[in-house]
């Protein structure tokens, strides 16, 4: 059976990942200066970096549309392919109702694409496009696939933490006053991503012990054991702290597989370009 895997771009995926021959990514669009960038396509995750941390504007996103959907869907069909198109939290963003609704104007042509909304992003979305990926490679059908994902929904955790606050405070993502008390304070929040919706779960006092406290959060949800699962950890413009998880990560962590990216254009928007990440599904 012929399967393309379609995702879009609020899931960060690592590149081996990307490369997958079954696998297209449809972008979000970032709008910066009045000029418009098609998320990987027209703008490197670096050259975004570079734009984010020189400019006092902060980007906007603007979902992927349906005509982009429909384009796709409508190729790889009359190619004879079945599809599965796996899409960011549809409580973050339109991007999975325009993909559904491509899917319901193509009439019986839509009942050979299966739709998943992970109701996560970045990392956490990308755990379901990685296990997606396993199991094509296993031979298993697109309903298969669905419901296997379904099955590890619950398993999926994400944690990130932005090194400042100021760009959740500028795009609204928390109020000022916590932004500028944070700030003084040194408080590097830590957040995960339950139900489709950031959470605040801990503050942590500077962030020299910040990838430390990651694998401590996620071992403590893991009863300590991970492995049997799949981790991912990421990271943006900030090298030096990512190696710092990298290393905690080796020799805390026992898994059946560690992968690692790079926090994309979507998710940078809101927290910025310094941020760590681990997540982790079965």
């Given at each position: ?10 899931c ?17 669009t ?7 960038y ?9 050259e ?9 504007e ?37 991007t ?6 491509a ?19 970045s ?20 309903d ?24 959740l405070?500028?795009?609204g ?22 139900d ?12 020299k ?10 071992l403590?949800?893991n ?9 991912t950890?990421?990271?943006g ?18 898994a ?16 910025g370009p ?7 599904s079965?």
């Amino acid at each position: 059976m012929k399967i393309k895997l379609i995702c879009d771009s609020l899931c960060d995926i690592p590149k081996e990942i990307q490369n997958k021959e079954y696998l297209e990514v449809v972008p979000l669009t970032i709008i910066f200066n009045d000029k418009e960038y098609k998320d990987g396509v027209d703008i490197s995750k670096e050259e975004y970096y570079e734009v984010l941390k020189n400019s006092k504007e902060i980007p906007k996103t603007s979902q992927a549309t349906y005509i982009q959907f429909s384009e796709l869907f409508n190729k790889y069909i009359d190619e004879g392919y079945s599809i599965i198109c796996i899409n960011g939290s549809s409580k973050s963003s339109g991007t999975y109702q325009s993909a559904m609704l491509a899917k319901n104007d193509m009439g019986d042509k839509g009942n050979d694409i299966h739709m998943f909304d992970t109701m996560s992003l970045s990392l956490g979305s990308g755990q379901f496009v990685i296990k997606a990926c396993d199991l094509i490679e296993e031979g298993l059908s697109p309903d298969e696939i669905i419901k296997e994902l379904d099955s590890i929904r619950e398993s999926v955790m994400l944690f990130f933490a932005p090194k400042t606050l100021d760009y959740l405070k500028k795009s609204g993502r928390v109020s000022v006053a916590t932004a500028i008390i944070g700030n003084i304070l040194n408080l590097v929040p830590v957040f995960s991503f339950p139900d489709g919706e950031a959470h605040l779960e801990e503050k942590i006092r500077g962030s020299k012990n910040l990838a430390s406290k990651l694998i401590d959060m996620i071992l403590e949800r893991n009863n300590g054991n991970l492995e049997d699962k799949i981790v991912t950890i990421g990271y943006g413009d900030n090298f030096k702290d990512f190696e710092k998880l990298e290393k905690e990560v080796q020799k805390r962590i026992k898994a059946k597989k560690v992968l690692i990216t790079r926090g994309g254009a979507c998710i940078c928007s809101h927290t910025g370009p310094d941020i760590l990440a681990i997540s982790c599904s079965n």
